[in-house]
Antibody, heavy 121, light 110 residues
Framework: QLQLQESGPGLVKPSETLSLTCSVS??????????WGWIRQPPGKGLEWIGS???????YYNPFLGSRVTVSLDTAKNELSLKLTSLTAADTADYYC?????????????WGQGILVTVSP | QSALTQPASVSGSPGQSITISCTGT?????????VSWYRQYPGKAPKLIMH???NRPSGVSNRFSGAKSGNTASLTISGLQAEDEADYYC??????????FGGGTKLTVL
């Protein structure tokens, strides 16, 4: 059974860079044709897609976040990562990693439990 | 890209049916079959309950059904149960190879 687990800092200062990791177990991120993605949810608000990455490394990003976002895969560690630069209070949110099955239009069928990241001085 | 439009809240009594709408544009909902629905309980991660407009993942109750007409998708829950009380989100693949979510709908079972 596929399991995903986010990890990273719970508190980050404004203007700094957020780095999150998602450990995947029960499956290999490089041996299938899956996509892997990040989604966030500000407290009390709705879901926002951040970006997705194909197992080959091709990336797709939310244009609203522009060049602030980088999603990558570490096949040796079976992990995916998220980097978000130039943080502001508006980036405070629960951050989830999830799997997109192939040919699914970025639907997410397996999710991590999420990690709360607070941006504050 | 703008979020898809969902009603902020819907409610119904046990045993009744409710429908949640999800309105987008021809660049997303209206132009794709990749419309999905998620259910989220407080403090929990979302769970996929419908994909490709009207397909239920294994294990999801057949009380849930999905449909689409033009730029609007919908999720219907029949035979409402207390456990259905949650937040529901739609999502759609877009013509720009991106994903957009709806703003979410809070379902209250009276």
């Amino acid at each position: 059974q596929l399991q995903l687990q986010e990890s990273g800092p719970g508190l980050v200062k404004p203007s700094e860079t957020l780095s999150l990791t998602c450990s995947v177990s029960g499956g290999s991120i490089s041996s299938s044709s899956d996509y892997w993605g990040w989604i966030r949810q500000p407290p009390g608000k709705g879901l926002e897609w951040i970006g997705s990455i194909y197992y080959s490394g091709t990336t797709y990003y939310n244009p609203f976040l522009g060049s602030r976002v980088t999603v990558s895969l570490d096949t040796a560690k079976n992990e995916l990562s998220l980097k978000l630069t130039s943080l502001t209070a508006a980036d405070t949110a629960d951050y989830y990693c999830a799997r997109n099955p192939p040919n699914s239009g970025f639907r997410f069928d397996s999710w991590g439990q999420g990690i709360l990241v607070t941006v504050s001085p | 890209q703008s979020a898809l439009t969902q009603p902020a809240s819907v409610s119904g009594s046990p045993g009744q049916s409710i429908t949640i709408s999800c309105t987008g544009t021809s660049s997303d909902v209206g132009g794709t079959t990749y419309v999905s629905w998620y259910r989220q309980y407080p403090g929990k991660a979302p769970k996929l309950i419908m994909h490709d407009v009207s397909n239920r993942p294994s294990g999801v109750s057949n009380r849930f059904s999905g449909a689409k007409s033009g730029n609007t998708a919908s999720l219907t829950i029949s035979g409402l149960q207390a456990e259905d009380e949650a937040d529901y989100y739609c999502s759609s693949y877009t013509s720009h190879t991106t994903l957009v979510f709806g703003g979410g709908t809070k379902l209250t079972v009276l």
